[in-house]
């Protein structure tokens, strides 16, 4: 999490701690951080364990720099349906600067462009922390229970009732002249299809579209059953394709876009349990802190760096214990690859095809676990469930503004989208921050709420924050330092001569671009 969250933390400021009684979630998370700052002192390995010595660098040549530069500057609607395979060069795929942002935010070659474009203007400000996850802020629980719960006794206390075993088969919507009115939920509970008539005093938040559905789960001694997963199938996308087939004019999405290909949209994480102090040691020497400390371990993902063409494999621990319940001599490593179709390192299988047992077996092999040792420690000292998520990199995938329904559809009189799959301007997808936005942002529309929405943090219009993210960009060194040909140095030259003296002058040498 960011600390530019603004909608997230404008509505936690208000919600009570369950924990400590007298403060907010966010007094809570704040202070946590403030005490416990995260940071990783060894972003990726190789060779079993060793530090890759990524060395905070990004090792972006100049072909690459420009074409992020062109990126960040290209409008949204030029790089609609397209992939970032089409906006970068072939050398970008083997800089630092694509390990970090790949296993940070899980994007992929053929992911959207007009997504990576919305992450480098969203996230300019934090480019010195993306190689140790300095930028990045984490609760003292899982989420669930540090930021769900708290703010589910918020709502029960205020009188707001929560069914569960809901599952909505559609919305019908209306549109009389223009004027679209949800009419009726369309559900199954407890095995019997029933409905509630809407009216237009009634208020219906759809979330369309779930990065988690149909996510199939593993356990020590069995592999995910894959038997059920095929594109396009899902309740949250049957819901989502029931809505927008009664739209005129595509308003309600396009749901297709997004769920047609699980090839290209899934990953697959798994959570190792272990108290074994013999392996636990191995983890110290990677990331050099203690987990049972209750601070921060890893700060962040550790990148096994010479598995890419292999599962592409990242693992990290978050404050332990993780769950409340936790035992305190128990330690929660979470793991996760992008490339499930290919066989592992040490274990010979594609990860998808794999009991947790033998997910555990790969990893001990990367983090220097002696391969005679592996076998017994896999199967007697650690518990390890998996999950398959088909969709979970879904809303990646190349779109047009169009694809997301507006929050609000024009001429909506009582329904909104909300969620990943919603859209609203400059924010990103795959963050919390997000699904809040779109949540309040429908609120304040449909209620007509004379408050503004927090605005999305600013950075990317603020230029000191731009000359700061070139200096980091080009690993900490003056424009004078970086290669250029005579033209380039001719022009800089004329740049520098008409800078002198100015407040120009002062942004560039605070920014450390010029000396």
Known sequence: MDNHFEVMW?????????????????????????HDPNYSLCRATVNCGKDAHTDKKFELDKESAMALSKLFL?????????????????SFWSTNFWLYWQTMFAFQ??????????????YVHHIDGLPDFSALRFTKYNQ????????????????????????VKNVIIKDDGGRKIAKQIVYIKDGKQQTIDLIE??????????????????DQTHAPDLSGVKNGFGESWDMWKAIAAQAKNGEYGNPDKFCSDVDATNWMS??????????????????????????????????????TENWYLSWTINRQPQFKSQDKNMVLVWLYSLNTNKEG?????????????????????????PTERI??????????TTCYMPYINAFFQPRKESDRPKVVPDGAVNFAFIGQFAETPRDTIFTTEYSMRTGMESVYTLLDIDRGVPEVWGSKYDVRELLRACYYAIDKKPITDIKLSFKEKMLLKVVMKKAKGTDVELLLKESGLIE
């Open 201 to 218: 005093d009634d208020l219906v938040f759809i979330t369309n579209g779930c990065c988690t559905d149909t996510s199939c789960y593993g």
């Open 74 to 90: 290209t409008p949204e609607k030029d790089l609609e349906d397209k992939k970032i395979s089409e906006v970068l060069p072939d």
């Open 375 to 384: 076998n017994a420690l896999a199967k007697n000292s650690c518990n390890t």
């Open 144 to 167: 669930y229970e540090s930021m769900i719960l708290p703010l589910v006794k918020y709502l029960e206390a205020h009188g707001v009732r929560i069914e569960y075993g809901m599952d």
């Open 10 to 34: 404008d509505t936690f400021r208000d919600v009570p701690s369950i924990e400590t009684p007298g403060v907010s979630v966010l007094d809570e998370y704040y202070w946590l951080n403030k």
């Open 109 to 122: 070659r053929w992911s959207s462009a007009l997504e990576m474009k919305r992450y480098l203007c969203r």
């Open 345 to 369: 390192n040490y274990v010979k299988k594609a990860m998808r095809d794999c009991t947790g047992e033998e997910i555990c077996r790969e990893w001990l092999y990367h983090i220097g676990v």
């Open 270 to 307: 798994a959570t190792v349990a272990t108290s074994d102090d013999e392996i636990i040691r191995y983890i110290m020497n990677i990331c050099k802190r203690d987990p049972r400390m209750g601070k921060v371990t890893t700060g962040g993902i550790v990148t096994v760096k010479d598995s």
